[in-house]
């Protein structure tokens, strides 16, 4: 522990989102000063923070700036400017590195980087043409998700093709840029675990979430996942192997599926703080928040404690005004505002934790709300 950043050093994050925000409020209480980048002033994570610097993502004077005040470097979402870490990088300022980010900005790389590691993942095929689009549905049948390799969230960049009638709508994904094939898993459920590991190697990984999306969009997160215990200690094992084998610095989310074969296919990568950990804040011990930033100062790893079962319901634009009328009504609601001044249908504007020893009761009660129909 003799490289480890100090209490009191400045964390410079690029990417203001709530990811951000969460990771600064995490970063501020344990006595760490916290400054921004990002294009829109007064972004939600900059009013948590000490500063901001108004830039572009890609504006390399600003990362400059940026670098010269803080003492460790950091990002909330994976589309950072490779190139420019690149040049600015080194151990101490960058630990997370850039060595993940090529491998998940990519998902043909990603893809191929589980597979190499003895992983199961969705069979898959890279796309570049019409004719090997038809060739890989000849192979795989239907249905398949066709994807962009680079550049989607949320579902979006991506499409399911049912049948041979979706072809002609999958050529416009096509046209977008490199793409995969994958075959549809049959799943029971989609969960996802939480990983974290420092600058000396120690790990800590959380329990594993299921998680339930209503439009590709994730909508609630249940922890312990309603999995046998067996599966959800695999879970965990792959996502240590996975942070090992990534050599890993910072936090990673790893989404998988639990197959209708019991199996556990390990779906995408997310080399930052994610939605479905969001649970950790009020459920653990410690926060996917705090154990990112303890990852990249170098600090201790502690082992994760989930202190009660949850439920984390997210909060889009359509149910902002309606939950915000509810929390102060319901005492088991820990409603967590992003501050984002435009409330957009599908926005992730905030999500609301429930701490339950009743996870079947606790899911009904947020149906009988109404608010997330
Ligand atoms: P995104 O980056 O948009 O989250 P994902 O690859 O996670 O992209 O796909 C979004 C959702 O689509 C998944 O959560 C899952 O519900 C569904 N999905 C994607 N790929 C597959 C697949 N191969 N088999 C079954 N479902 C899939
Ligand atoms: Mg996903």
Request: with cysteine.
């Amino acid at each position: 522990m003799n490289n480890s950043i100090k209490i009191g050093s400045t964390i410079g994050i690029i990417g203001g989102g709530q990811l951000g925000q969460m990771l600064a409020q995490s970063a501020r209480q344990s006595g760490m000063k916290v400054i921004i980048l990002d294009p829109q002033k007064d972004c939600p994570a900059a009013l948590f923070a000490d500063g901001q610097i108004v830039a572009d993502y890609s504006d390399e004077a600003a990362i400059r700036k940026l670098v010269s005040k803080a003492d460790v470097l950091t990002y909330e979402f994976e589309n950072v400017d490779l190139n420019i870490l690149e040049k600015i990088q080194n151990k101490t300022l960058l630990p997370q590195g850039t060595h993940l980010l090529k491998i998940t900005k990519d998902r043909l790389n990603e893809k191929n980087f589980l597979k190499n590691l003895g992983l199961r993942t969705a069979e898959f095929s890279s796309i570049n043409t019409e004719k090997e689009l038809k060739n890989a549905l000849d192979e795989f049948g239907y249905p398949s998700y066709l994807k962009t390799c680079e550049g989607g969230y949320d579902g979006k960049n991506q499409m399911q093709l049912k049948s041979t009638s979706d072809f002609d709508k999958a050529t416009t994904i096509l046209q977008k840029g490199p793409c995969i094939l994958e075959k549809k898993v049959i799943f029971k459920m989609e969960c996802s675990v939480m990983v974290g590991r420092n600058v000396d190697g120690e790990v800590s990984v959380f329990p594993v979430s299921e998680n339930i999306h209503r439009n590709q969009i994730l909508h609630e997160s249940i922890v312990p996942a309603r999995i046998s215990e067996k599966l959800q200690n695999e879970a965990q094992l792959i996502a240590r192997k996975i942070a090992e084998a990534l050599n890993l610095c910072g936090i990673l989310g790893i989404e998988m599926f639990i197959g209708e074969d019991d199996n556990v296919y390990v779906n995408e990568l997310a080399p930052r703080p994610h939605n479905s950990g969001h649970y950790s804040i009020e459920a653990c011990n410690y926060s996917q928040f705090d154990i990112h930033n303890r990852a990249i100062c170098n600090w201790k790893m502690p082992e994760i404690k989930l202190l009660k079962p949850v439920v984390m319901v997210n909060v889009l634009g359509q149910h902002l005004e309606k939950v915000k009328a509810l929390v102060p009504h319901n005492e088991e609601y820990h409603f967590h505002d992003y501050w984002k001044t435009e409330a957009r249908v599908d926005r992730k504007m905030g999500h609301v934790t429930i701490l339950t020893n009743d996870i079947e009761k606790t899911l009904n009660d947020i149906e009988k709300t109404n608010i997330w129909d």
